[in-house]
Structure formats: structure tokens, C-alpha cells
């Protein structure tokens, strides 16, 4: 039995794009491979491994016949509350099909996260990897990097006061936006001397650009960025021929020659197999960084709020012009789809980005834009005809903002709901008042994000009673049933190191950028709202909407 991670095998395996078609491989950038389609080849039989998230776009594909759909990771609806039986992880998805085998081939691109889970339960072989060869390692100074990443600030704070005149934080915001933050690394030093590590080994683009100063966007990615805890710069490995740097003869000389003595941390989410052994990382002692290297992007986020605010109303304005479209098409009984919608949900990203006078540039983050009776889990506009029986039609979709150069600047993560159906229409208005009056004010500096969840549990299920329809509150044990959050940070990135869900003892600090949403699928609803607001020692500072 067989497992294949790399992307252009499983492509041609299933026969479409993997970014095009699902959710995973463009909702994080830190970690893709651990969570996007992986294949199970059992020789007749072959499975597709996902996330339960992306059952809704699984089922928009045509997959080959002898490739059968395998989820994990149950994904919260509550149409399917007695579903507890799919497996939590890829080495139970891989059980639940081998029929007691025990020997497993696996390629030389398995993120080594996922390797060490097989290994727990699976004798493993890894397929033979070409050398990576000699290398080049290029040292760029901390001031450089931080130059790089900051290159244009100045004119984007004061454009984003401009963007929020009619905002009732605006003053609070505009004083964040000049304070003057505390050095990138200096935050990062701290962070790793927590986690006991003497240095990073960093694969994945957002943190090869956010610690050797590499712009996401690049053509030319290096193979990975080492920083050492508390020295002056960071060094960029990289193929022979990048300019001027110092050669070596493999990436494990390499490795040798800069990282110093003690714990190492590595990207295991998203290193492969073959190249941390490459980098010899089995003779070192080294650990999981993933978690350590996000939660210092989540606390520095507040260093580019200008750009969280571009961002967020950025997707703000293109939603709501969608959404706008749509519900005047159906109400005229005009036929449209799914796809229309999101043709002037992209528009809207292009114009209020250009609007902003700033050299930037606007691409999809991720657009989960579909009906309530095509599908209550995420999934990406299909040509599904958009009418009153649709129920709702829910856009949750965040923007990704660059510069010229291409660093990535800010993220956006924000949802809106349109319903067809008085149930719909009667509850969501207590989605809205749960995001903006209980949970944004409770994501305040020194809460635990466990609390802000049963907040916005309590925010919804206990004005139940107001509602003339029980239609889309079942009688169940709240927050007991609710297995999922209601909201994340964000370090430009989707996934964060916290989390607001029922047992998450994160502690929130001042200047982090925070994600409050509820998810409610529930008979042909898919209903969601969502706002992004900055987390002070008063309360989360609302920049997404302008609404007191």
C-alpha cells in the first residue's frame, strides 16, 4: 500500500487542480501539504484522503472510478450531529482501508508531521528522492528584512484613515496604527526561547518571507530560511546560481556549517521526508517549530494592521456587492449561478483595492461561495442555479494583498449570508448582534479564547426563545453538540495557534488581529457571518464593518 503527497502526482491522479478545486491547499499557507488531498494506492483500489470540510466540493468533482472519497476530520453540521464515527487523522483513514496490512511505501514529499503519525501505527519505507545537490547560503540582515516588509507603510496607514472615517473606532484604530511596534525578531527571540529552541529551519512561503525576507509571491523559493535565536541575520538556502553566496556541497554541510548547538525546530507540517533527512535532521535534536513560528505571526499581526484593514473591507465591499447582486437577480426571477456571483464578488476585490490609491495587489485567498441546498460544508462557486429555493447562499472568503514586489501584506477572513426563507431570515440577525456586540467586545488582551467561545455560543442559543420558528434551533446540549469554533486569529494565515473553541487555553494579547464567526448548517442553511477586529486591552476594535 502506497501513500502520494506530492502535488503533481495526486493531480494527475484525480485530474484536476488541487488549488482550483479544494479549500485546503489555498486556506493555509503554512502547512498545505498536511491537509490538502492525499492518495491511498492499494494497488485495485485507490482513496482519496480529505478534510470532512471539503465534502462539498468533493462532491462538485468528477473523480476517477477507481478512486473512492475517504473523509476525516468530521466537519460540524447540524443535520449530522450522531456522525462520530470517520476517523480523526490520516493514520485511522489509512486503518480504516488496509485491512490489517501493516507496511506502508511512502513518497519522498510526506510532510514529516504526517510521517511521524503513520510511523505510530505503520512500518514505513520512503521512496528512493533525488539528491538535492550542492547548495548556496545567503546571509540577509535582520534590518533588512524588516525594511522589506515595512517598505510602503507609512502611505498605507494614511490611506486606511481615510477608509475609516465613518468607523465609530476610528479614532482608537488610527493611534494603533501610529504607534510604533516592537521589532519583528526581537518578538521572535522570545517566542523561541519559550519553546527551548536554539534555532528554525523554515520551509513554507509565508515563513521564508516572514523571517529571510523572501516575498511569498516569488518565483524563485528558496529551499528553506534558518535563523538562530538572537543573531544578527537569517540564511537563505538556496539552489546554486542565485547570486552571490557561499557554496556547499550539500544542504546537510550546509545545515552544519550555520545552525549552532541545541534544539532545532523544523517545519514538519510542511518539510518533506527526504529533505530533513537531507538536512540530517535525525542526527540533531530537533522538534516541531509549527506551532512556536505561528503563534509569533499571530502576535506581530498588529504590525501590518493597515493592511488587515485594507483587506478585511476589501472582501467586505466585494461581498456585499455580490451579495447585492444576487438578491436583486432572484428577486426579478432572474436566472443566475453561483459563478455570476462570484464573477462580481472578484470585480470588487480589483476595484477597492484600486480605489485605495496604493501600489498593490488583490488575489483570492480562499471563496467559499455556495447555497444552502447545494451543500452545508464549504465549497467553492459551481454553475448550481441561484433561486428563492436555494434557501441561502453564504460567501465566506478572505483576500490576499501584496506589494509590488510581492510580499504579502495582509489577510482577510470575513463572511455574509443572504436567506430565502423566514427561518433564515429570522436568526441571522442574531449571528450579526453574537459577532459584533457579545464576541468582538469579549476578544479583548488577557482572555482565554475558550471563554470567548461559550460567549458566542450563549450570544445566540440563549435568545432562542425570541425566534417564532424552532425550524433552525434544534433541541440539543449547547455547547456541548457545537464541535467546532467561533473563530481564530489571524498571522496571514487562516490557521492560527489559537483558536476559539470549547477547551483552547490561548491567551489573547494586545495588537493580534481576530476572526469572531458562527457557522450555522442546518436543513438546506448554510448560514454564516463573520467580522475581523484588532484585539486591545478594552475589547476587539471592529474594522470590517462600520455598523455602532
Not at 550542492?134 to 517598505?151: D, G, I, M, N
Not at 488610527?174 to 516592537?182: C, G, K, M, Q, Y
Not at 501590518?304 to 484593514?309: G, K, N, S, T
Request: proline fraction near 5%; hydrophobic fraction near 40%; aromatic fraction near 6%.
Amino acid at each position: 500500500m502506497q501513500i502520494i503527497s506530492e502535488w503533481s502526482r495526486v493531480e494527475e491522479i484525480l485530474g484536476c487542480s488541487l488549488r482550483d478545486n479544494f479549500l485546503m491547499p489555498v486556506r493555509t499557507l503554512d502547512n498545505p501539504k498536511s491537509c490538502t488531498p492525499i492518495i491511498i494506492d492499494g494497488g485495485k483500489q485507490r482513496w482519496m484522503v480529505v478534510p470532512g470540510i471539503e465534502r462539498g466540493n468533493v462532491e462538485g468533482l468528477t473523480l476517477p472510478p477507481d478512486v473512492t472519497p475517504l473523509y476525516m476530520q468530521r466537519y460540524f453540521t447540524f443535520d449530522d450531529l450522531d456522525n462520530t464515527s470517520m476517523p480523526r487523522n490520516l493514520a485511522e483513514a489509512v486503518a480504516s482501508v488496509a485491512g490489517g496490512a501493516k507496511e506502508l511505501v511512502v513518497d519522498a514529499h510526506l510532510p514529516v508531521a504526517l510521517q511521524t503519525q503513520l510511523a505510530q501505527s505503520f512500518s514505513l519505507s520512503v521512496e528512493d528522492a533525488p539528491d538535492v545537490g550542492p547548495v548556496c547560503v545567503r546571509e540577509v540582515s535582520k534590518q533588512e528584512v524588516e525594511a522589506r516588509l515595512t517598505a510602503g507603510r507609512a502611505e498605507a496607514i494614511a490611506a486606511v484613515k481615510r477608509l475609516l472615517e465613518r468607523n465609530p473606532n476610528r479614532a482608537a484604530l488610527s493611534a494603533h496604527l501610529d504607534a510604533t511596534p516592537a521589532a519583528r525578531f526581537d518578538e521572535l527571540d522570545r517566542t523561541l526561547s519559550e519553546a527551548g529552541l536554539a534555532a528554525v529551519v523554515v520551509t513554507s512561503r509565508i515563513n521564508v518571507q516572514e523571517i529571510g525576507g523572501i516575498p511569498l509571491a516569488s518565483h524563485m523559493r528558496p529551499i528553506a530560511v534558518v535563523y538562530a535565536a538572537g543573531g544578527k541575520s537569517a540564511f537563505v538556502i538556496e539552489r546554486p546560481g542565485a547570486g552571490a553566496a557561499k557554496q556547499h556541497a550539500s544542504i546537510g554541510a550546509a545545515i552544519s556549517a550555520i545552525l549552532p548547538t541545541g534544539r532545532v525546530g523544523i517545519e514538519t507540517e510542511d518539510m518533506g521526508v527526504a529533505l530533513s533527512r537531507a538536512m540530517g535532521m535525525s542526527d540533531r535534536d530537533h522538534v516541531p517549530c509549527d506551532v512556536p513560528v505561528r503563534k509569533w505571526r499571530d502576535r506581530i499581526a498588529g504590525h501590518d494592521l493597515a493592511y488587515y484593514i485594507i483587506a478585511a473591507r476589501t472582501s467586505a465591499h466585494a461581498i456585499d456587492n455580490a451579495l447585492s447582486f444576487a438578491s436583486e437577480a432572484v428577486k426579478r426571477g432572474d436566472p443566475i449561478t453561483e459563478k455570476d456571483v462570484d464573477r462580481v464578488y472578484f470585480q470588487g476585490l480589483q476595484d477597492h483595492v484600486a480605489s485605495t490609491g496604493l501600489p498593490l495587489r488583490v488575489t483570492r485567498f480562499m471563496t467559499n461561495l455556495h447555497s444552502g441546498t447545494r451543500s452545508l460544508y464549504a465549497a467553492n462557486p459551481t454553475s448550481y442555479v441561484i433561486t428563492k429555493e436555494a434557501r441561502t447562499l453564504k460567501i465566506d472568503s478572505g483576500c490576499l494583498i501584496y506589494d509590488k514586489a510581492g510580499y504579502l501584506l495582509g489577510v482577510s477572513d470575513i463572511a455574509r449570508t443572504i436567506s430565502f426563507t423566514p427561518e433564515g431570515h429570522e436568526i441571522y440577525p442574531l449571528l450579526v448582534d453574537g459577532v459584533r456586540r457579545h464576541m468582538i467586545p469579549a476578544a479583548k488582551a488577557g482572555a482565554v479564547a475558550e471563554d470567548v467561545f461559550k460567549t458566542g455560543v450563549s450570544a445566540v442559543w440563549d435568545r432562542r426563545h425570541e425566534l417564532k420558528s424552532t425550524r433552525l434551533t434544534p433541541e440539543v446540549a449547547m455547547p456541548d453538540v457545537y464541535k467546532r469554533d467561533v473563530g481564530h486569529l489571524l498571522g496571514k494565515n487562516d490557521l492560527s495557534h489559537l483558536r476559539y473553541i470549547a477547551g483552547d487555553k490561548g491567551v489573547l494579547r494586545e495588537g493580534m488581529i481576530s476572526c469572531l464567526e458562527y457557522q450555522w448548517p442546518i436543513d438546506g442553511h448554510s448560514l454564516a457571518y463573520e467580522d475581523t477586529c484588532l484585539v486591545t486591552a478594552q475589547g476587539g476594535l471592529n474594522f470590517t464593518s462600520d455598523a455602532e
